[in-house]
């Protein structure tokens, strides 16, 4: 069958339920909004009222290939890492988007073209409708400038995202494939045929940091140190961390430490 396609980034089981992402979100003081795109429909949730600039949160992959020649069914994560970690986040206002194909009914879902978890999750038709979706989200919140915060191939999304627009005042990614053909070589899989590499991009990228799991065998350290090195940056290494231990469990720590960005608080 020759190689096969890179696991998606969250090892976790799919849970296609529209309302317990309302449901987890409502408890972390998050209301849900609108932003469909021509091409997705993201699922998007805000909190706060007051300030003149927003974090932007990106979820990442998602659920686990059932095997490694097989992508699941439905790509929604069981555990919203990203929204975790937003629920964390003091800044006055926050959003989060989750990624395309993520959070639907299983009618919508039918209709959700698997390249889009799968080899074309990063392409340029997903970069440009989280452009819109930012855009919208701005606007209904009455904000002039953001900041772009993605864990894992959320981090990917961001920074594409951040290359290519001029309102971002930082960038921060938590255990994202940065480099994805260094990432893709590292696994020995397929290329992600249709999909950008924020490391092959020349779009120009705020001010950064780049968190790696010392302890991550999905995104290991040398790939996120393969793009900071080509592309600049801010790298930051936790140790004893993983591809999903302990980011959300210490985020208001690294948040308070991201010297590179502590102007937008």
């Known amino acids: ?16 339920s529209v309302e317990s992402i309302q449901t987890k979100a409502a408890k972390l003081g998050f209301s849900a909004v609108d ?6 429909r993201l699922a998007a949730f805000v909190r706060g009222s007051t300030g003149d600039t927003m974090d932007v949160y990106i979820e990442g992959d998602g659920a686990a290939w059932i095997t490694p020649y097989h992508p ?12 975790a970690l937003a629920g964390v986040d003091p800044v006055q206002k926050v959003a989060y988007l989750g990624r395309p194909c993520q959070y639907l009914s299983k009618d919508d879902l ?3 073209d698997v390249a889009y978890w799968t080899g074309k999750r990063f392409s340029p038709e997903v970069i440009a409708a989280y452009d819109t979706a930012v855009s919208r ?29 001029d309102d971002v005042d930082g960038l921060m990614t938590v255990a994202a494939p940065l480099s994805v053909s260094t990432w893709v070589d590292w696994h020995h899989a397929s290329p992600l045929a249709g999909s950008l590499d924020p490391a092959e991009s020349t779009g120009l990228i705020p001010a950064s940091i780049h968190f790696a799991g010392g302890r991550d065998n999905v995104v290991p350290v040398s790939v996120v140190k393969a793009f900071v090195n080509r592309r600049g940056g801010r790298m930051e290494v936790v140790s004893d961390f993983d591809h999903e231990c302990c980011w959300v469990r210490d985020w208001g720590k690294l948040l308070s430490r991201s010297s590179v960005l502590e102007h937008i608080k």
């Open 1 to 16: 069958m020759g190689r096969v396609w890179i696991l998606l980034l969250l090892s976790v089981s799919a849970c296609s």
């Open 35 to 40: 932003v469909e795109s021509d091409t997705f």
């Open 137 to 165: 989200l701005m606007q209904m919140m009455g904000v002039r400038r953001i900041r772009l915060i993605g864990y894992s191939g959320g981090g990917v999304i961001a920074t594409l995202l951040a290359g290519g627009r």
């Open 72 to 83: 699941p069914r439905d790509p929604t994560p069981a555990y919203p890492v990203s929204l």
């Open 110 to 112: 039918k209709r959700c």
